[in-house]
């Protein structure tokens, strides 16, 4: 059991079966969301820049659209590479601990977005430039893969059973708030380094940037202890009476065994991560391909809607602490199937303020249901692997949902219609609320004790 500081932070009381700690669990959840904003941010910053200048400077070809092309599929390598941290850093975590892997990935994530804002270009070095880049960009991913996951474990297992909802929400809402973060630097940067001083070197300070926000972040992890609930779970393994029993395996192994978590998670985050991405990046190339929307516009009210998307994740997690996750997850997964069409009709009205209603709640909406999961998805899994099971969760629905999402959706209207790309939403949708509807509900459970349900 934990009890609550004046300060209306957890912590863990000396006469409790769990190991005593003396990190203040403030500190536990700023770590885990400096980690969070940056491993965003980063993914955002090359997402966007990646469209404008890193095509020309490290895939000439003499084609600006397959310069484009080839520096957005150099993006997508950073989703292939998630789920293989995933399984790396996940085992690694439910072996070695939360902590050293939160540590591990920051530096990772962040020395490698620095280092693509040091690179030489392709008309200084040649082809190394582009290899370069290709393997910061996988380097990126890989740490994201484990980063994540360790960041929300570590914040659900300090935090009270009754709140872990809400604390679990913020290193989710890491997402929006680093798109936020990068697209407010990029302009901020394009006004501060006007024309050809932008694409010349302005860039690099967007990168850049990741070094104080790596500092920063690194100087709070590295004062933050193991999770309580891991060291009892791996102070029981180690007694004299389990020490017989226990088999040495992998936590993947483990996670695989017992696949019906598995299911229930990737089933949950299959149409979470398929609106996420029509509604965030889908919508811009398909306002500003069929539609008289100017690119400017969009970008600006995805942006808007990043921190709609910010404050339904803070709130749906809060909100499950009081109803229960699958309430709070299926309250918004069905509005989703709903606003699916509506989303449509507005776009097509051709009126920004149309448009931006349309976005603005859908992304709210996909917050209310995202913010709930990162709890209910850590609290599938017993300890022993925790991060294992989190992880497979976590990144191999990026890779199979929301990775191919936007080209998937591109291709349904090029081919049919934008009614086929609400049918794609509703489908998928609809395998999330079932999954939801049939897992069990974990509201306050123990964490500790979370094995012996299994």
Not at 103 to 119: E, H, N, P, S, Y
Not at 264 to 282: C, D, K, P, S
């Amino acid at each position: 059991m934990t009890t609550i500081e004046q300060s209306g932070t957890p912590s863990v009381p000396p006469d409790s079966g769990t190991p005593t700690t003396r990190t203040p669990f403030k500190r536990v959840l700023a770590g885990s969301m400096a980690g969070a904003v940056l491993e965003w941010y980063d993914f955002a910053i090359y997402g966007i820049l990646a469209a404008t200048v890193l095509g020309p400077l490290f895939f000439p070809s003499g084609n600006p659209v397959a310069s484009l092309l080839m520096a957005l599929a150099t993006q997508g390598l950073g989703f292939v590479a998630r789920p293989l941290g995933g399984i790396v850093f996940g085992h690694l975590g439910d072996k070695f601990g939360r902590k050293p892997i939160l540590v591990a990935t920051f530096l990772m994530l962040g020395g490698a977005t620095a280092a693509i804002g040091l690179l030489p270009t392709y008309g200084q070095i040649g082809i190394w430039a582009t290899v370069a880049l290709v393997v910061l960009r996988m380097i990126q991913g890989f740490a994201l893969g484990g980063e994540f996951g360790a960041a929300v474990i570590l914040v659900s297992e300090y935090g009270e059973p009754k709140r872990r909802g809400f604390w679990a929400a913020w290193p989710q809402s890491g997402a929006p708030a680093g798109t936020v973060l990068a697209t407010v630097t990029v302009g901020i940067l394009a006004v501060v380094f006007p024309g050809d001083a932008f694409d010349d070197w302005g860039w690099r300070v967007a990168f850049l940037l990741a070094v104080p926000l790596l500092v920063i972040g690194f100087l709070i992890r590295r004062g933050v202890e193991e999770s309580p609930v891991y060291r009892a779970a791996q102070e029981k393994a180690e007694s004299a009476e389990n020490k017989a029993a226990r088999k040495e395996s992998s936590s993947i192994i483990e996670a695989l065994r017992k696949p019906r978590p598995l299911l229930h998670g990737l089933g949950m985050r299959l149409g979470e991560n398929i609106a996420f991405y029509v509604y965030t990046i889908f919508v811009i190339a398909y306002a500003t391909t069929y539609f008289d929307y100017t690119r400017g516009a969009i970008v600006t009210t995805v942006a808007f809607a990043s921190v709609c998307q910010f404050l339904g994740m803070i709130g749906g997690g809060w909100w499950s602490d009081r109803v229960g996750r699958k309430i709070a997850m299926l309250v918004p997964a069905v509005s989703l199937i709903i606003w699916a069409p509506i989303f449509f009709s507005l776009v097509h009205t051709e009126n920004m303020t149309a448009l931006g209603v349309g976005v603005c709640v859908g992304a709210l909406l996909h917050g209310m249901l995202a913010g709930p999961e990162a709890a209910w998805i850590t609290e599938l899994f017993p300890t022993k692997y925790r991060f294992a099971g989190s992880s497979l969760v976590f990144q191999g629905s990026s890779i199979i949902a929301g990775a191919p999402a936007p080209f998937i959706a591109v291709w349904l209207v090029d081919r049919f219609s934008a009614t086929a790309v609400i049918v794609y939403l509703v489908i998928t949708m609809s395998i999330t609320v079932i999954a939801v509807a049939t897992s069990r509900e974990t509201k306050g459970v123990d964490l500790d004790k979370l094995e012996e349900l299994y």
